[in-house]
């Protein structure tokens, strides 16, 4: 099973922007689409964005306008660059395929994005 690791969250101030990367361990050839998700306190985790093999993509409502999914097969690693970054997009932000497996243990550690001033 491919294990993922996320990273470039942080702290932002409103309307910032962040470029978060996500690590798989092994071959992301054979997943044909990847995800990004996240959970806020006290939600549920929430699926925000999505990019197929081929790179087309899918957006929520909630960041449409503002992020960009994107893949490198070759380096095994899924993008999502966030723009006009809002209070509400304060959450961990996990990537994972789509659906995700049923095994708990699919999940990366996450990487904790906050938008303050």
């Known amino acids: 099973q491919v294990q993922f690791a996320e990273s470039g969250g942080g702290l932002v101030q409103p309307g910032g922007s962040l470029r978060l990367s996500c690590a798989a361990s092994g071959s992301m050839l054979r997943i044909p689409i990847m995800g990004w998700y996240r959970q806020a306190p006290g939600k549920d985790r929430e699926r925000v964005a999505s990019?197929?093999?081929?790179?087309?993509?899918f957006y929520e409502d909630s960041v449409r306008g503002r992020a960009t999914i994107s893949r490198d097969n070759a380096k095994g690693t899924v993008y999502l660059q966030m723009n006009s970054l809002k209070p509400e997009d304060t959450a961990v932000y996990f990537c994972?395929?789509?659906?995700?497996?049923?095994?708990?243990?699919?999940w990366g550690p996450g990487t904790q994005v906050t938008v303050s001033s």
């Open positions: 990019v197929t093999s081929g790179g087309n993509t």
């Open positions: 994972n395929e789509v659906p995700p497996p049923p095994d708990s243990d699919s």
